[in-house]
């Protein structure tokens, strides 16, 4: 990929990450309002509970594609599928950047685990 590319790619990563690593700390820091509470409160916490937990263990594995997003560009490896070599098209990586198969290598692999 061109240098002008990788910076651009760059940036939106980092802002990326930031946004990622904004959502997680909101989810640490928020809790919940704590008093009295009944039955149907209390199963209402334990359901944000669990909703939250599987939000931030998402936004982790995002988190961490997201570095190794940026570890590949450092590499000068990013861009190119790590399956098959080639070049992940331009439109998979405008939409998500982080991509690390193209579509032919990701679609295969998925019809794999099914």
């Known amino acids: 990929m061109k240098k002008d590319s990788?910076?651009?790619?760059?940036?939106?990563?980092?802002?990326?990450?930031?946004?990622?690593?904004?959502?997680?700390?909101?989810?640490d820091t928020t809790s919940s309002g704590g008093g009295t509470m009944d039955e149907i409160d209390q199963a209402n916490e334990l359901i944000e509970k669990e909703m939250?937990?599987?939000?931030?263990s998402n936004m982790i594995n995002n988190l961490k594609e997201v570095e190794d997003a940026l570890d590949r560009i450092d590499k000068n490896e990013y861009g190119k599928c790590q399956?098959?070599?080639?070049?992940?098209?331009?439109k998979r990586l405008d939409v998500l950047p982080f991509a690390r198969f193209c579509v032919p290598c990701k679609e295969r692999m998925e019809n794999n685990n099914q």
């Open 6 to 27: 990788n910076i651009k790619i760059r940036k939106r990563l980092e802002a990326l990450r930031a946004e990622i690593l904004k959502v997680i700390d909101w989810r």
């Open 52 to 56: 939250g937990f599987l939000m931030s």
């Open 83 to 90: 399956h098959c070599g080639t070049e992940i098209s331009p």
